[in-house]
């Protein structure tokens, strides 16, 4: 018996030695680096190991097998950045590309969504083929989109909002008024479908037509409906500015009548005498979440916004049909009355008073095709300037012949510090995906939103901590997207992570030269997969369409 014993001793490890070793064996280990595992704490160093898209084990694992291994000596390991705020997934189908300027970001998931939204659609609300760039809009529901997202593969990871917006133009279109009970209840239906079919929950833009004609009661209902499934609400609220309080507490109503976490997008104090508004605002959200009210807001790490031009003017211009109005704009009684509104009164989101009632604070970030290149990177005063006329001709010009896209410099550095300070900001580019060789233009934030956040204001400016600024990018985002599998390095967690060097890390993209991609970024790991090798893209897109599933 002994002697058959120290046979099996011997032959064992002849017979099953490979097959352990190859159970062992991981797809991806990150070597020496050190971790912020985007929980707060301090960094460790440790190696990781990783198997089928998920991390498995944590530690030193240097004497371990994998197909592939990374060398993280120098550089910090940190789990992939969530962008609360992507706009927009069209891109992602019709230029796969533009993933890059996610991901070199370190960005390997995206929200999607806010007061228009990819999906439901009906013939009412199809998107027109300039902003699809071309591409047939052939899908009607989000599971239809998200199985066109997956067959077209995507290369980082998207989650999506269905826009109160969408389903109010897919009901009533574009007009100024209450739905009826029965409209309503389409619109409902139109938003639990968008649940049962994986979207995340509600998302509002209440600046811009025809979500702007939504009242609170309104939101409420289909609020609810989101609640229900277990879902969340989100908000371009109604006022960034002088009101900037009023709509704060809409949005908190919101999320306790309808029962579910709010989360308010890029929250700001527009205009300078509004800046010190934004204390106020932090400590309302502070007080409120101390009472139990789940409210989180992100931000990004610019003082200029980015809307389009014709924003600039009342919403219920626009409550007839957009077409109709900017006809109207060739008749001068029609542009000086409108310039007497934007000159005197403050009971709207006014972004001409915003920029200090000058238009050289109003920067042409992007044109439509067919529209002079040269003016991008231009105020409304210099190009004014140039053609020898007065900035209101400019301006009511380019409103009813173009939808230009502008910067207005509206915001000041301290609130942005501020915000960074509170626990319950994270981040967001408020940009789409955009690909270099066929975007002209663009805001800066869609290239450098967050390598701007480590380099200015952990390296140089010290507002936050390196470990803080990290869980604001990673775990504090997906809490709020209730995305219990990303976020942070621990066993079991899906594998998207960001190697980058923190003393080289920074964002090069101005908005002089607003196209340019970060620096210090070395690799990008979405669910197990290199998809960023040395700053330049690499393999086969990794990402997912997450489904929200409660």
Known sequence: MRRAFRLFVLVFPLLFGSAVARAQEFDLLVVGGRVVDGSGNPWYRADIGIRAGRIVEIGDLSHRSAKRSVDAKGLLVTPGFIDMMGTDSLPLLRDPESAQSKLRQGITTMLVGEGESPAPQNERSMPPAVRTGGLQTTWRTYDDYFKTLEAKGVALNVVHNVGAAQVRKMVIGEEDRAPTPEELAQMKELVAQAMRDGAIGLSTALIYPPGAYAKTEEIIELAKVVGQHGGIYLSHMRNESAQLLEAIREVIRIGEEARLPVHIFHLKAAGQENWPLMKQALNMIAEARSRGIDVTADIYPYIRNGIGLSSFLHPRHYAAGRASFLRTLGDQKVRAALRREMETTSDWENWYRHVGKNWDNVLVCWAPPGVDRELEGRSIKEIASTRAVDPWKVFFDFVQQHELGVCPKSMNEEQKREALRAEFVSVCTDAPPANPATTTATHPRAFGAFPRILAQYVRTDKVVSLEGAV????????????????????????????????????????????????????????????????????GAPAGKVLRFRP
């Not at 621990?490 to 003393?503: K, R, S």
């Open 471 to 538: 869980r604001q990018m990673t775990s504090l985002a997906a809490n709020a997207l209730k995305l219990w599998d990303r976020g942070r390095i621990a066993a079991g967690m899906a594998a998207d992570l960001v190697i980058f060097d923190p003393a080289k890390v920074m964002d090069t993209a101005t908005f002089a030269k607003p196209i340019s991609y970060p620096v210090g970024i070395e690799y990008v790991v979405v669910n197990g997969q290199v998809a960023v090798e040395r700053g330049q893209s690499a």
